[in-house]
């Protein structure tokens, strides 16, 4: 199929990135890991720990506030035991010597599970997403924080057939490098599959500016993640990005909104 500015389907896949990243992390009698205040992972965390029978230790970034919000509250009362990090010691979380003292006070037989919780047992859980689709399809399109969702939904596609992330972060070129790494660490080998779309981030992780506020508006799509990769697309698709005809399954990340008055 030529480029051009024909007709391209977008079909929407609702997926629970977080718990499905979780699905082979759950092995563990204790389970600690990091978040900000508003972590969609530490709460999934939090959750799953509370029905697997886990221990859970959520580290939040900065200080405690009181009353929590109803993020860390919900992971409260899943029994997940939350403490805090000083901004500068959180940005080493991932050091040895900060794990060390975690290990320390927490129990060295504690399982350290990273920010956003992309490991290899991640990438292998998003590798399934693929098989799950129900229809024809080119092309599958999702957010990208950490990139453990994008890393396992290229492993697991099909011949042919392309993942595209759209970064939400600002200064994400590290994601190319991450994405490969984190397929090496699952299967040890990396694909040539999937790519990352840098430019979609409006100002960073969680920042927003009036057309995409517009945008989130009019679809009452969630904010952060979702409306970025679909801004993304239909731009991408308005210049004629893809071929003509291309199918688009476009994994809506993150659990169902709310749809308000
Ligand atoms: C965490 C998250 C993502 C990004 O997943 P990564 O594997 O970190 O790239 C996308 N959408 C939602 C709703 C998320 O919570």
Known sequence: MEPGLG?????????????????YNLGHRRLLTFGGAYSNHIRAVAEAGARHGIETVGVIRGEEHLPLNPMLARAAACGMTLTYLDRATYRRKHTEEVQ???????????????EGGSNAAAVRGCAELPGEITVPYDVVCCPVGTGGTLAGIAAGLPDGKRALGFAVLKGAGFLEDEVARLQREAYG???SNWSVNLDYHFGGYAKSTPVLDAFIAKYRVEGVYVAKMLYGILDLARQ??????????????????????
């Open 7 to 23: 007709p391209v389907r977008v079909f929407l896949m609702h997926d629970d990135n977080k718990p499905r990243k979780l699905r």
């Open 100 to 114: 060390a003292r975690l290990r320390a006070r927490w129990g060295a037989d504690i399982a350290i599970l990273p």
């Open 189 to 191: 080998r990396t694909w």
């Open 240 to 261: 004629g990005a893809f071929p003509a005809g291309t199918r688009i399954v476009a994994v809506v990340t993150g659990r169902p909104q709310p749809v308000g008055p």
